[in-house]
């Protein structure tokens, strides 16, 4: 089972900040948390992924709160193409599979 | 990011024949591969866990005869469908893990099974 939770569907207006929430309030010490995103027909694509400090990459930033229940992905400047489902997942890493949840399912509106 | 590869990205075959999909880490060393299948409009479900020389570990729920898994190499591991039937319809993802400490998985394109 999915451990964790967020919200079932977001809209956001093209080039404005999309900020998706989690919710892992279960997560243990040694699991990470990863976001993916699924464009409609497409295999998953790795977004990025933190242990507890904050991350950032060429394509988003992660937030995760200083108690690690849960964390934000962030979109800097959302255009239309980052219209997908975005699914956070918590991981020790190493060779275990991810266990996606049911995601968000982000609108970027023009 | 690392590149995974699947063939083929679309199938179309009759109920009871067999159709093999394959996966490849174009760039990179998999020890372990993983494989998943999504229904329309619902998320990816964890079919099995594929490692080079060794027998695939199936999730509960999944046949192991009817989804027959082989990962003969560090880069290339094969599902197989057997006596497929329409309800075996489905899109069907690979992913990859690479050898040198990376934990982030790497997903194929997919593969579309359509049976008539």
């Known amino acids: 089972d999915a451990k964790t939770t967020q919200p079932t569907s977001m809209d956001c207006a093209e080039g404005r900040a999309a900020n998706l929430p989690c919710n892992h309030s279960?997560?243990?010490?040694?699991?990470?948390v990863y976001w993916y995103r699924q464009i409609h027909s497409q295999g998953p694509q790795y977004i990025i992924h933190?242990?507890?400090n904050n991350e950032t990459n060429e394509m988003a930033s992660l937030i995760i709160t200083e108690d690690r229940k849960s964390s934000t992905l962030i979109l800097p400047h959302a255009t239309l193409r980052d219209t997908a489902v975005y699914y956070c997942?918590?991981?020790?890493?190493?060779?275990?599979?991810?266990?996606f949840g049911k995601g968000t399912r982000l609108s970027v509106i023009a | 990011g690392a590149v995974v590869s699947q063939h083929p990205s679309r199938v179309i075959c009759k109920s009871g024949t067999s159709v093999k999909i394959e996966c490849r880490s174009l760039?990179?060393?998999?020890?372990?591969m993983f494989w998943y299948r999504q229904f329309p409009k619902k998320s990816l479900m964890l079919m099995a866990t594929?490692?080079?020389?060794?027998?695939?570990?199936?999730e509960q729920g999944v046949e192991k005869d009817k989804f027959l898994i082989n990962h003969a190499s560090l880069t290339l591991s094969t599902l197989t469908v057997t006596s497929a039937h329409p309800e075996d319809s489905s899109f069907y993802i690979c992913?990859?893990?690479?050898?040198?400490?990376?934990?982030?998985?790497?997903f194929g394109p997919g593969t579309r099974l359509t049976v008539t």
């Open positions: 997942i918590v991981r020790v890493g190493g060779n275990t599979p991810l266990v």
């Open positions: 760039d990179f060393q998999a020890t372990t």
């Open positions: 594929s490692n080079e020389g060794s027998k695939a570990t199936y």
């Open positions: 933190g242990l507890k």
């Open positions: 992913s990859a893990v690479g050898l040198a400490g990376r934990s982030e998985q790497y």
């Open positions: 279960t997560i243990s010490g040694n699991e990470y």
